[in-house]
């Protein structure tokens, strides 16, 4: 993978560290001067930068066998392919150095910052980073939340890369802040209808939106869902071969069987009665009927949670919208899963750019700044 990176700076004299700087002029010309080898920009309003302690990273899943810095080199090489990048090759001096401002295009959460310096440190560990806003924070159009500095080609390489995964986890955690302000108190949790390759990057993001996450896979929780059960014979085998399995092996694991009907779970409550049994949790699925006028009837949910008084955790899934959520958590339920936070979600426009005034300008005539 062909990707210009800049010496460090101790070896290099033209690794410019750039200190705060006020009413620069706008960048004009290349110049040969180490000292003067930056495209100069006019200083823009900002938030009050946020210190290193200040900030407080929001951790990604824990994942036995997901690594981040593989799914990163692959993006990047997606990009680089067996050239690098030509069009900066062609256009900018390799000693050239930028400053470059992330500007949020709407309104909505921003997520994806500990990814984002991820991805400047893979691409140049001489890349200066700053932010002025946390993953979770709500930005709104026309705020710049960060800026980076260094090499003008190594920050052009990540620039795509960065925006992909901000702009996806963003919206992502957008429609999850959403989603969960209006489920309380159930907590609202993603599925595994996830991008193939980033389901880490897209958990994660749901966590940053104030989600919680269900299953990483299929080896953290045993899920006995509709196909199992079809297979098994029915809910109760289902359920019994689980208990034998997990004891035969000695592992200790959070079970959830799926239900369809209020039968159902009638005979998951009495299997549970007789036996005993590694049932954590029930899922309700597909108990949220819709109507013809476009509002929802949660009787048979509700019905079921009372079925269930407190002796599981319960989490209603099928028909879950941002219109409906908040009807679905006023029935009891624990959780409610939505497929819809990851597997169609709409990316929130984020952009980072060099020329930030011609950036702004452009965006207040297409009405994005």
């Known amino acids: 993978m062909l990707i210009p990176t800049a010496p460090a700076a101790a070896a290099n004299p033209n690794v410019v560290l750039f200190p705060r700087r006020q009413g620069l002029l706008p960048f004009t010309s290349y110049s040969s001067s180490p000292s003067s080898n930056r495209l100069r920009l006019p200083t823009r309003p900002r938030a009050a930068s946020m210190s290193t302690e200040a900030r407080v990273p929001v951790a990604p899943p824990a994942h036995p066998t997901y690594d981040l810095k593989s799914v990163i080199d692959l993006a990047l090489s997606e990009d680089a392919g067996d050239r690098g990048d030509i069009s900066c090759l062609a256009t900018i001096p390799s000693d050239v150095k930028a400053e470059a401002t992330f500007i949020a295009k709407e309104d909505g959460v921003v997520a994806g910052i500990s990814l984002a310096d991820m991805i400047f440190k893979q691409v140049d560990p001489s890349l200066k980073v700053e932010w002025f806003e946390n993953d979770g924070s709500y930005v709104h ?18 620039e795509r890369v960065v925006l992909n995964f901000m702009q996806r986890m963003s919206g992502i955690a957008t429609m999850t802040k959403a989603m969960a302000d209006a489920a309380r108190p159930a907590c609202i949790l993603e599925t595994r209808k996830t991008a193939p390759g980033l389901r880490l990057v897209d958990k994660w993001a749901v966590i940053i939106g104030g989600g919680k996450n269900h299953r990483l896979g299929l080896f953290d929780m045993v899920m006995i869902k509709d196909n199992h059960i079809s297979v098994a014979g029915g809910i109760t085998n289902a359920m019994k071969c689980v208990d034998q399995f997990l004891a035969k092996e000695k592992l200790t694991l959070p079970v959830e069987v799926e239900t369809r009907t209020l039968q159902e779970v009638k005979d998951v409550l009495e299997y ?19 109507l013809e006028n476009g509002d929802v009837d949660v009787s048979m949910l509700k019905d079921a949670v009372q079925l269930i008084n ?57 009405n994005r700044a």
């Open 272 to 290: 549970a009665a007789e036996n005993k049994t590694s049932l954590t949790r029930i899922m309700l699925d597909n108990m949220v009927v819709p």
């Open 141 to 158: 159009k026309g705020l710049q939340f960060g800026r980076v500095r260094g090499c003008a080609r190594n920050i052009i390489v990540a």
């Open 310 to 366: 407190g002796r599981f955790e319960t989490e209603a899934s099928g028909n879950v919208t941002i219109d409906t959520v908040k009807k679905i958590g006023e029935t009891g339920v624990t959780y409610i899963s939505s497929g819809a936070l990851t597997h169609s979600v709409k990316a929130l426009d984020i952009s980072l750019k060099i020329d930030t005034e011609l950036a702004l300008q452009v965006g207040r005539r297409t």
